[in-house]
Each structure stands twice: as C-alpha cells, then as structure tokens.
Nanobody
Framework: QVQLVESGGGLVQAGGSLRLSCAAS????????MGWFRQAPGKEREFVGNIRWSSGFTYYGDSVKGRFTISRDNKNNTVYLQMNSLKPEDTAVYYC??????????????????WGQGTQVTVSS
C-alpha cells in the first residue's frame, strides 16, 4: 500500500516561493508517476504537474508552466514541488498523488489511485 505525506505548505506573499515535499513509502516507485494537484475553495481539483519516477520526465499544467518545477529524490523517495513567482490565485490545498503504469499525460485525477492528505498554500496579495 502506498502512503503519501505532503509537507511544506504555509502562508507566503505574492511573488514569493515555497517548496512542497511528498514523502512516499510502501512500494518501489521506479514504475510510478507522481502527480501534484490543487483544489481551491469552491473549485474543482486542478492538475498542477507530474513526474515519471524512472525517467524524471515532467509535465505541467498551463497555469503553472514556467513558475513551478517538480523534481524527485530517489534516495529518500521524495517528490518536490518548487513554486516560484506565486500569485494569490495559487492559493489552494495541494495534493500529491501516485499511479503505476500511467498511459497518457496524466492530467486527470481519476488516473491516480493513491493520494496524500493535502497541504494548504496561501498566497497573500
């Protein structure tokens, strides 16, 4: 069973940076794709980006492209979401997700079968 634990959320001013972590356990993750999603109050969950664990290939949603970067630490089974140039509209609960053997781009939350509990990110104007 896969366990995912996010950390690193908090309050930051617009234009600032924050790094989220997702500690993964319970499996060998070399065949997994790790995704980041976010959900703002009253809105649907939105795809942020993902990383293929074996290759390190990343793919991002349009709203964060060029500002956010996903990376992984193989030794510590941890995935990171580096968020720069933050905007108030980035305010949301951020979730880490995992899936094995992903086909396609992985933009849909239905494609992931393991989820973390989420961490709040608040960007003040």
């Amino acid at each position: 069973q896969v366990q995912l634990v996010e950390s690193g959320g908090g309050l930051v001013q617009a234009g600032g940076s924050l790094r989220l972590s997702c500690a993964a356990s319970g499996r060998t993750f070399s065949m997994y794709t790790m995704g980041w999603f976010r959900q703002a109050p009253g809105k649907e969950r939105e795809f942020v980006g993902n990383i293929r664990w074996s290759s390190g290939f990343t793919y991002y949603g349009d709203s964060v492209k060029g500002r956010f970067t996903i990376s992984r630490d193989n030794k510590n089974n941890t995935v990171y979401l580096q968020m720069n140039s933050l905007k108030p509209e980035d305010t949301a609960v951020y979730y880490c997700a995992a899936t094995k053997g992903l086909y396609g781009l992985g933009r849909g939350e239905y494609q992931y079968d393991s989820w973390g509990q989420g961490t709040q990110v608040t960007v003040s104007s």
